[in-house]
Nanobody, 123 residues
Framework: QVQLVQSGGGLVQAGGSLRLSCAAS??????????MGWFRQAPGKEREFVAH????????YYADPAKGRFTISRENAKNTVYLQMNSVKPEDTAVYYC??????????????WGQGTQVIVSS
């Protein structure tokens, strides 16, 4: 079992920066814990993928809106993943969720979710 606790988020003006954090606890050993990702959901919209990082190896994947502006990274010793958001736009406004998958997760699926963090980008 894995628990995810998010921090960060808040209000930021367009063009500014923000960093989100997500700390995992529970079973996070490398034989079980596979990777973490970030998703977001705006009101009335479906949840969409933002970025993913494998826990071992560090392979990274970004959705098109995140490319060139957002950076996902991990700090294995702290079981923490970050999303550095630069050059934010009003359309980045959403609730951001971190997620994790283990060895039992279906391919490209996530088994654990954080509580969500609101990001509001003002114009």
């Amino acid at each position: 079992q894995v628990q995810l606790v998010q921090s960060g988020g808040g209000l930021v003006q367009a063009g500014g920066s923000l960093r989100l954090s997500c700390a995992a606890s529970g079973r996070t050993d490398s034989t079980y814990f596979m990777g973490m990702g970030w998703f977001r959901q705006a009101p009335g919209k479906e949840r969409e993928f933002v970025a993913h990082i494998n826990w071992s190896g560090g392979d990274i994947y970004y959705a098109d809106p995140a490319k060139g502006r957002f950076t996902i990274s991990r700090e294995n010793a702290k079981n923490t993943v970050y999303l550095q958001m630069n050059s934010v736009k009003p359309e980045d406004t959403a609730v951001y969720y971190c997620a994790a998958r283990d060895i039992f997760s279906d391919p490209d699926r996530y088994s654990y979710w954080g509580q969500g963090t609101q990001v509001i980008v003002s114009s």
